[in-house]
């Protein structure tokens, strides 16, 4: 599956962004989604799930409450919309895609990779 993300952009602390990652070559319907991010020196980290059918959603702690990952199959889109976001928040966002009807928990679970968006948010 090809994944293309978009989204991305120069905001201030506390604004609001709505990522969004358009799938191509395979319906995503079966397959689990998620976004991931990578800071400046720092390793890429799992950010956000989501499963299939349940929808069931993993967040990583720091992003509770703030960002929300929802997908439309129909679409073959998954999004994230982040609110309140931090400085901290800075980094490039990878929309990503893991092997069917298996969990995401690591980079290692993935088959497919955005060309990633970036978010710079400024204090």
């Known amino acids: 599956v090809q994944l293309q993300a978009s989204g991305g952009g120069l905001v201030q602390t506390g604004d609001s962004l709505r990522l969004s990652c358009v799938a191509s070559?395979?319906?995503?319907?079966?397959?689990?989604m998620a976004w991931f991010r990578q800071a400046p020196g720092k390793e890429r980290e799992v950010v956000a799930t989501?499963?299939?059918?349940?929808?069931?959603?993993y967040y990583k702690d720091s992003v509770k409450g703030r960002f929300t990952i929802s997908r439309v199959d129909a679409k073959n889109t998954v999004y994230l919309h982040m609110n309140s976001l931090k400085p901290d928040d800075t980094a490039v966002y990878y929309c990503?895609?893991?092997?069917?009807?298996?969990?995401?928990?690591?980079?290692?679970?993935?088959?497919?990779w955005g060309q990633g968006t970036l978010v710079t948010v400024s204090s």
């Open positions: 990503a895609a893991g092997f069917e009807l298996q969990r995401i928990l690591s980079a290692g679970d993935i088959t497919s």
């Open positions: 070559g395979l319906p995503i319907r079966r397959l689990p």
């Open positions: 989501i499963m299939w059918t349940t929808h069931d959603t």
